[in-house]
């Protein structure tokens, strides 16, 4: 999945909506909540005052018909009503609305519904995910919405469940596990409905899973079909033909650790030639050496899949990125669109992957059409359109004792943060980030038991200290909203912004483009051409993309607020640099003339550094910087600076005493998601991880003005 342990210097190289006019379409308010089925969703364009699946329509455009906002009158776009969330770890979802009710997650996977007009609350489900379980979580104990169908509301929970709820009460109506709960498998990303069948795939590439997506009958709960993405253990079987083909490009000896390729976010649907498309993880390790030792693509690792949607039989694939070794997943949005290009009319696939390149696909058969880059990029020089594959840089491929500095970084040049496309405008707008990073074989890798497991050197990744080039460093890391032509590809007009993790988009035909920031507020542009129009402050970072509905003939748009996921656990100072110090995780609903307003925050101290002094050797806390970058740092940031969700350990009260080993080998604090280390760790190794932090809370003390001459 993501993961931004450290960032360091990088060279750098460089439709049309689907509607159909039949009648089956007319707005059926109707006495059973949530009751959506194949119809209703198919033909979403005639009832846009709903928002009834993730991307709005099976297309995933992101786009609303509505054009009460528009770009005359955003101007007076204000607060209408909010709620208050019980937690502060990262908000990801998507409301969904159905006839005048709002369902939406929060962190942990619990499921709220309210009245899409007031916000006043109808109920709320809390699936008791085990704290312990998240740190299986690659990017925080995020979940990005639910599905609705025939009167049920399906979430995916942390630790692997399919729960369906009744949409009136919200109670639970029957509830599977869909892994095997001896693997560290996760699930964040929302469900899709196809055609009575609940689709779900799951994360946890980083920690040594095999990636499927499965499809479980919404009735009944009852799996109808699994899709494995990579080949599974050479001793038994292949699940299904393509697989026994897919394994030929994997060598080395029989794999053992290789795994990954998991399906945690992106799922889209074409109704008329009934394929379902998704897009598949990075491979574990991100080393392709320790993977894949004698090379080969891996398939279909980095690949957009499409299959029956009945059946869950493959169709045909493309991979982006052949035998991925930089976190390139392809779980980023897939947007469907009917575009004109060469004069003749092509049914399209959008995506723009982490590892930088927008492409457009047919999604009939999967061809490629055209790719360019939408970010910097230095791993490859372009893309063969006669071949479909990468013209590699071959100094990308790192090894042991040979690092090698690539754009993108492990959070990609885009990742789930949803990107929108207007058929209006025939513009994508894409939430693009400006990363790099100095990726090195670990030379010691070895599977260990919890965290981890991707067999890269994070001490040769981690922020250098010293401070021009820290400050050089933190100046490449930022990101920019970008108006992507993708029939020309190239960017029409751009908003740069100071992080690279900012909100997913909405378009609509009001001639609007929304986004939350990093900075904490939500934003309208014109979709034309880039103009400012208006702007709120959200009191929090904001990384959920927003939604567009009508309740009682009012238009609304509404977003999570909430900062969190991978970027301001793991990302450390450039983190910290970018985002909002305070987090208030919140449902924001806004409209016309409204009047409500966010009661005004308490006034932010930052905390004091007050460590101990540093006395131990330089080869201890060498060793504690070795445990602490791959162990540690995804929750508690690189380098030992926190992003501001979880602790920053520098300020931890147990840099002096006996609870920092409660804490780290106990399990004293595992009821709020920190567990016990103790099966990877030594007490001498725990110390030594002590060492280092207590050195790096030293280093960062203001420093002393030097004496006058
Ligand atoms: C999967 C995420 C995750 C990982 C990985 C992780 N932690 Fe934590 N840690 C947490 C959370 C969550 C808390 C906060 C618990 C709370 O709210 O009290 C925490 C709290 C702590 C605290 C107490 C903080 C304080 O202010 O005193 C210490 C000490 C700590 N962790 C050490 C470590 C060490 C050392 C490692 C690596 C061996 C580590 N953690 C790895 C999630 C994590």
Redesign the pocket.
């Known amino acids: 999945m993501i993961s931004i342990l450290a960032i360091t210097l990088v060279l750098v190289g460089a439709a049309g909506c689907r509607s159909k006019s039949n009648s089956a379409a007319t707005a059926q308010e109707s006495a059973t909540p949530a009751n959506v089925d194949a119809s209703r969703l198919i033909n979403a364009d005639q009832q846009p005052g709903n928002w009834m699946s993730y991307g709005r329509t099976y297309s995933e455009q992101r786009f609303s018909p509505l054009k009460q906002i528009n770009d005359q009158n955003v101007g007076q776009l204000a607060l209408a009503w909010y709620v208050d969330l019980d937690t502060r770890r990262g908000q990801e979802g998507t409301p969904i609305v159905v006839d005048g009710v709002m369902y939406f997650t929060t962190a942990w996977s619990k499921v709220f519904a309210v009245k899409a007009a007031t916000g006043e609350k109808l109920w709320s489900y809390d699936p008791k995910v085990p704290?312990e379980w998240?740190?299986?979580?690659c990017c925080d104990v995020v979940n990005r919405g639910v599905a609705v169908w025939e009167g049920k509301v399906f979430v995916g929970t942390l630790d692997g469940r399919l729960v369906a709820l009744d949409a009136a009460s919200g109670r639970p109506v029957w509830e599977i596990l869909t892994i095997d709960a001896h693997f560290p498998y996760t699930i964040t990303g929302a469900p899709r409905v196809v055609k009575g069948k609940v689709l779900i795939g799951n994360g946890g590439a980083e920690y040594g899973v095999r990636g499927y997506i499965s499809a479980y009958d919404a009735a009944s709960g009852k799996m109808v079909w699994r899709f494995y993405t990579i080949p599974g253990d050479p001793s038994q079987p292949y699940e299904s033909p393509v697989l026994e083909k897919a394994a030929k490009t994997w060598t080395g000896p029989p794999r053992k650790l290789a795994s990954g390729g998991t399906v945690w976010d992106s799922v889209s649907y074409d109704p008329d030639l009934d394929l379902v498309y998704f897009g598949v993880g990075n491979g574990t390790p991100w080393d392709r050496h320790a993977r894949s030792p004698q090379g080969g693509d891996n398939l279909f690792l980095s690949s957009v899949v499409a299959l029956k949607a009945d059946t869950g039989e493959y169709v045909w694939h493309y991979q982006e990125t052949p035998g991925d070794a930089w976190d390139f997943d392809s779980a980023e949005s897939i947007v469907l669109a009917d575009l004109t290009i060469n004069q003749s009319p092509r049914k399209v696939l959008l995506h723009a992957p982490k590892n930088g390149f927008f492409y457009v696909l047919d999604r009939a058969t999967g061809e490629l059409i055209s790719a360019k880059p939408y970010t910097a990029v230095s791993w490859a020089t372009g893309i063969d359109l006669k071949t479909g594959r990468p013209n590699e840089n071959p100094q990308a491929r790192y090894e042991v004792g040979k690092g090698a500095p690539v754009a993108p970084g492990p959070p990609g040049g885009h990742s789930w943060h949803s990107m929108s496309f207007s058929p209006h405008t025939r513009l994508v707008y894409l939430p693009v980030q400006e990363t790099g990073f100095l990726y090195k074989s670990d030379e010691h890798f070895q599977k260990k038991a919890?965290?981890y497991n991707v067999g890269i050197d994070f001490v040769a990744g981690g922020m250098p200290q010293q401070p021009e080039v820290k400050k050089a460093i933190l100046g490449t890391i930022k990101g920019h909203l970008s108006a992507w032509d993708p029939i020309q590809q190239r960017e029409i007009w751009r908003v740069d912004r100071q992080s690279p993790v900012n909100g997913g988009l909405l378009s609509t035909a009001g001639n609007l483009v929304f986004q939350g920031t990093a900075q904490g507020n939500l934003e309208a542009y014109r979709a034309d051409n880039g103009q400012k129009l208006w702007s709120a402050d959200a009191q929090s970072g904001i990384v959920a993309a927003p939604i567009t509905y009508t309740a009682n003939g009012e238009q609304y748009v509404a977003v999570l607020a909430g900062w969190g996921g991978v970027f301001p656990?793991a990302a450390g100072e450039a983190a910290l640099s970018s985002g909002r110090a305070q987090n208030v995780s919140r449902l924001l609903a806004f409209k016309l003339n409204s009047k409500a307003s966010l009661p005004s925050l308490p006034p932010f101290t930052p905390p004091q550094l007050n460590p101990p002094k540093s006395i131990a050797t330089a080869a201890t806390i060498h060793r504690g910087e070795t445990?602490?970058q791959p162990?540690?740092?995804?929750?508690?940031g690189d380098v030992a600076v926190g992003g501001g969700v979880?602790?920053?350990?520098r300020?931890?009260?147990?840099l002096d005493n006996d609870?920092?080993f409660e804490?780290?080998l106990k399990g004293q604090?595992k009821q709020?998601?920190?567990?016990s280390?103790d099966k990877?760790?030594s007490h001498d190794d725990?110390a030594a991880?002590?060492a280092y932090?207590v050195f790096r809370a030293n280093q960062s003390l203001p420093q002393p003005a030097s004496a006058p001459k």
Do not use: K
């Open positions: 704290p998240a740190v299986n979580a919890i965290g656990l445990l602490f162990l540690c740092s995804p929750c508690h979880l602790p920053d350990l300020y931890s009260g147990s609870q920092w804490i780290v604090l709020a998601g920190m567990v280390f990877d760790l725990a991880i002590r932090v």
